[in-house]
């Protein structure tokens, strides 16, 4: 019997995977690659970048992770408020400041101002219900955060908007992977204090691209990680779990002490075929919004304008956002290399018109308008490499309701313990310390079984005393 099987080898997978290396482990993970969606390539002094692309910095479990595995990561250099609409592209500046410096109808000026107020207040507010308190656990923090304007929709809260003032909106909400009418009040007013520079700060990139961090994670486990192995099945006995999966056409079982059950929440609700009730129901609640990225690999030799800037919102266009991964090579040199690498990501409804798209028409639809973006017609003449990844179920969102279902969440069951992003607010930070927390969980359920064992004697005469 196993100590733990730890089920999916995404970021959150690996977090409790790695705080769980001591014990006899298996991680099974469906796919034929780990990360989920932390997906890079090096290629040479860049990488192609498709998945998550900022992490959370000083006092953090990101931080914890990356200083265990020996990863290095930096703050991004240059800016990451840069804005391309409408012909113009704002550099530098407060980002309060762009709807007076973008060119658009005054109706839209207006409303922009008059809605960016009204955000604003929000996120006043958000900062102080964010804010840690002393003594505090960290589920009720996250509990408040959740709780925040949980009532209505963002799009409810910042009222009809013409066609500028919407865009401006929703290039910076939809990056949470949902829609302006699907998305909560609270969550949108809290994706702007990221951006507004009044969250938990994600400003931090990893040397190498993002998969440097999960594949030394994978490295260190070797064969207790095993690859194409689907699971089907998670089944309570009295004192342990069996997990029945596939893998090379072939069905396997394995019976562990306990489980992690770090898959997206739809597989989750699938295979805990006997997760109690309500838990299963709240996992089948969880909703999740689409991501298509595309990687650009370029040759250029000169010094280029955005060599400065790392992230571009791009409201109107086909991403919604174009992100310089390159800068943190940008930021550690004196003479400026050849070459270069981008990524666009669409969520939310871009994401979805592109999904069923062939690649090269995809890659066409992108290019055409980062070079737009960019301001540089031969933009595609440096391009070497270009590659699309896309993500249905994606990143998860808070809509109107979910803060009911978080306690049933974080409850969890007797031996299978619950991680993902989501289970909270903060992307990959909630990955991995949502993977620390069931490691912890599982170390003491195995803690609680070896003082059991010890508990049981043998008499001289054979009989247990």
Known sequence: MKDVVVIGAGLAGLSAAWRLRATDLLVLEADERVGGRIQSQRRGDYWLNWGGHVFAGTESSTEELLNETGVE??????????LSMNGTLIRKGHIATYPLRIKMPMRDRLATVRAGLKVVAGVARYTRVV???AGETGASRQQRIYDFANDQTFDDYVGELPEDAAALFKTTVTRSAGNMDQISAGAGIGYFSLVLGFGQ??????????????????????????????????????????????????????????????????????VGVDLPADLRHALGQIKYGPHVSTAFLTNETTPQHWDDIYAIAAPKRSFAIALNQASIVRGNETVRKPGGSFMTFSPAALGQALLDLPEDEVIETHLKDLSEVLGTPDFASTVVEAKVERWAVASPYSFPGRAELQPTLLRGADRVFLAGDYLGTLYTETSITTGFHAADNVKNVLTSDRERCAHVTTTPEGNLA
């Open 73 to 82: 990561a930096v703050d991004v250099p240059g800016s990451l408020q840069a």
């Open 131 to 133: 804010r840690k308190r």
């Open 201 to 270: 700060g994600l400003g931090r990139g990893i040397v190498g691209g993002p998969s440097t961090l999960t594949h030394a994670v994978a490295d260190t486990l070797g064969d207790r990680l095993q690859l194409g192995a689907a699971v089907t099945e998670v089944v309570n006995k009295p004192d342990s779990v069996v997990v029945r999966y596939r893998q090379g056409g072939i069905d396997h079982e394995v019976e562990a002490r306990c489980v992690v059950l770090a898959t997206t929440a739809d597989v989750s609700h699938r």
